[in-house]
């Protein structure tokens, strides 16, 4: 164990057995993800408990059960250290070898008591040293089917899938089993994934595997239509290029929302008529409408769904700033701050265009949309002077203006 994850775990006990009473530590095992991050050495997110006590002795201990709909029973507390304990109800301590052998991978399927004795059934250690992701049992993905996109958000965090596990996942046709099981815990998997160091893992294993298509068509259907004309996206196809987006911008940016938009920036082109192909007219107002249905549809917070509508939107003027007005620009840039976009729709463009920073007088615009009326010179009087509709106009001109002292200003002499 790495000297980091022993001083971690050594503070972890420690905790816990402030939890509980010290007659009940013997039947208190630290299992699961908690186990595997302490081997690792990584910093401590939520506890995951098994405990042989009875439901009384958890209250008292201040946990509490909750019974979801479709996952097991299990206890919570919170601790000001930790946040979230996760507790698991055994029967008895011989049971936690039954406990462990039914989760999902070996890497998560070793215990530790609370005097540090590892406890490794399965040799998940072994796995872990090689990062291998393997099924705990044949069982593994049948008893519940959401652990497939559990291990595609595994490689994505870095982690490889072994031979025996992928075979398990080809073995069979899933899509019958994902009738039953809520789209919002398959975008659970989707945003983890998407924070991940390797989102585009995720994305390419449900590919591979033929694995979600009910859960995300578009993914599926991008592979048949093309990027656009090969001259400008010589990788071909729509799925090539958005993965392609995808990883690039997740080299400069670890939010899951700018990486789920830059995956979906082109969702707009899914609604060209193939008679149309290679080209994809008004495919970004296409984006614009389809983003918050696509969204709603995953049950997606609705910052996801707007994000990625103005960026399906906005994303075509960045790709071609330098032919843009400055009247254009500057209502672009408007429009990106509206849609809380102004620091992810660069990052966006410059991915898919496979460059490097953001456009031209970008910052400098920004600064000038967010001045407000007074700052641009305009006295209150005249604004309330002139008719509703036409004030609109009024500002404009005036951070047109503005921009174009800015940009004398800094031109250089000569």
């Known amino acids: ?18 939890v509980f009473p010290p007659h009940c530590h013997r039947l208190v095992f630290l299992v699961g993800g908690s186990v595997r991050d302490h081997l690792l050495g990584r910093e401590i997110r939520d506890i995951d408990l098994a405990a042989a006590l009875a439901p009384a002795q958890l209250r008292a201990a201040g946990f509490r059960l909750v019974e979801g709909k479709s996952t097991d029973p299990i206890w919570f507390a919170s601790n000001p250290s930790f946040g979230t304990i996760e507790l698991t109800a ?27 004795r590892l406890i490794d059934p399965l040799g998940g ?126 080299s400069h940016s670890d939010s899951p929302l700018a990486r789920f938009c830059a995956l979906f920036h082109d969702i707009g082109k899914l609604a060209t008529d193939p008679s149309e192909y290679p080209a994809h007219h008004r495919h970004c107002l296409s984006g614009f409408d389809m983003a918050r249905p696509f969204n709603h549809r995953l049950r997606l917070p609705a910052a996801f ?45 410059a991915a898919d265009k496979g460059a490097e920073g953001e456009p031209a007088d970008w910052t400098e615009i920004m600064r000038i949309v967010r001045m407000n009326t007074t700052r641009l010179g305009i006295e209150p009087d005249r604004l309330t002077s002139i008719p509703a509709p036409q004030r609109p106009d009024l500002i404009l001109q005036r951070r047109i203006e503005y921009l174009r002292r800015h940009r004398c200003a800094n031109q250089p002499e000569g």
Not at 1 to 18: D, P
Not at 92 to 103: F, G, N, Q
């Open 1 to 18: 164990m790495h000297s980091k994850g022993r001083t971690i775990l050594n503070s972890t006990i420690e905790i816990i057995r402030q």
């Open 90 to 116: 055994l029967a008895d301590t011989p049971l936690l070898d039954a406990d462990l052998v039914r989760r999902d991978f070996t890497v998560n399927a070793m215990a530790m008591d609370l005097s540090g």
């Open 125 to 250: 250690r072994g796995d872990l040293e090689a990062g291998l992701l393997r099924a705990c049992t044949k069982r593994t993905f049948a008893d519940d089917p959401l652990r497939i996109f559990r291990a595609f958000r595994f490689e994505a965090d870095g982690w490889r899938l072994s031979d025996d596990t992928g075979e398990l996942i080809r073995s069979q046709d899933w899509s019958g089993s994902f009738e039953t099981i809520p789209v919002e815990r398959f975008s659970r998997e989707m945003v983890k994934a998407l924070s991940a160091p390797h989102p585009e893992r995720f994305f390419r294993d449900m590919l591979e595997y033929g694995v979600g298509r009910q859960y995300l068509p578009e993914l599926f259907r991008m592979g048949g239509v093309p990027a656009g004309p090969l001259a400008h996206h010589p990788e071909g196809d729509l799925c090539t290029h958005s993965l392609q987006v995808l990883e690039r911008l997740s």
């Open 305 to 349: 769904g707007t994000a990625l509508a103005w960026t399906s939107l906005l994303h075509g003027h960045l790709n071609r700033w330098s032919e843009l007005r400055d009247s254009t620009r500057i209502t672009t840039v408007e429009k990106a701050v509206k849609g809380g976009i102004a620091g992810i729709l660069p990052l966006v463009s």
